[in-house]
C-alpha cells in the first residue's frame, strides 16, 4: 500500500496481514482523489472516515494537507495501526474504536468530507441507513461532499442528497452533497471504468 499523492506521495505504508480489511485498491484512490480535487483545496479541510480499515484513504487525505481526521473502525488491530502510521507520520489523525452505527447515532461533529468503505457484504437497508444517519444529525458541511464505496450490486442512486457516481472495474463510488445552485452537474456523468 502506498500514498499516491501530496507530501509522502510514494511512501510504502506495510499494514500487518491479519487485519480484517479490502483495502480500496491505488487506481481507484486516484480515481477519487481526482473528482475530490476539483471540488475542493485539501488544506484544513475536516474530514471523517468511517470503517476506515487500515486508514489508507485518511493517510492521502492527511498528505494533501487535510486537519484534523478522525477515523473510526470497529477493530482494535485497525484502530492500533492507523494510530502508529500516524505518529509515524506526523499526521493530524485520531482513531476511535466504535460502532460506526452507534458513532452516526450519537458524534455530534461537522465535516467538509466523509467517507464510508463499509464491508461490501452489508445489507443494503445498512448501507442506506449510514446514508441517512449522517444527514440526518447533520455531519456534513453544507458545501461538504460524502463518499460512500460499495459493490455494484448495492444501489445507492435513489436516496436523498444523492449527486452522482463513479464506477471503477467492481468498486462504486457514490458521492452525496447538499443541493448546489449552479452548473456543476453538468461536469458529471456516471463513468464506467474497467
Known amino acids: 500500500m502506498r500514498i499516491i499523492s501530496g507530501k509522502y506521495k510514494g511512501r510504502r505504508i506495510m499494514p500487518p496481514k491479519n487485519l480484517p480489511v479490502r483495502p480500496t485498491t491505488d487506481m481507484s484512490k486516484e480515481a477519487l482523489f481526482n473528482v475530490l480535487n476539483n471540488h475542493f483545496n485539501f488544506s484544513e479541510l475536516k474530514v471523517l472516515e468511517l470503517f476506515a480499515g487500515t486508514g ?25 495501526f492507523i494510530k502508529k502510521t500516524a505518529k509515524e507520520f506526523d499526521f493530524d489523525i485520531t482513531a476511535l474504536k466504535s460502532d460506526v452505527f452507534k458513532f452516526l447515532e450519537k458524534h455530534t461533529g461537522n465535516y467538509d468530507i466523509i467517507f464510508a468503505d463499509p464491508p461490501y457484504g452489508m445489507t443494503q437497508n445498512e448501507f442506506e441507513k449510514i446514508v441517512e444517519l449522517i444527514f440526518e444529525n447533520e455531519l456534513l458541511d453544507e458545501e461538504g461532499m460524502l463518499v460512500v464505496e460499495h459493490s455494484k450490486y448495492t444501489k445507492l442512486d ?14 462504486v463510488f457514490s458521492f452525496f452533497e447538499f443541493e448546489r445552485n449552479d452548473d456543476e452537474d453538468d461536469d458529471f456523468e456516471d463513468e464506467n471504468e474497467s
Open 56 to 80: 489508507s484513504i485518511s493517510y492521502e487525505f492527511a498528505s494533501r494537507g487535510c486537519s484534523p481526521i478522525l477515523c473510526v473502525d470497529g477493530d482494535m488491530g485497525c484502530v492500533n
Open 158 to 171: 435513489h436516496m436523498a442528497h444523492y449527486s452522482f457516481q463513479k464506477n471503477y472495474g467492481g468498486s
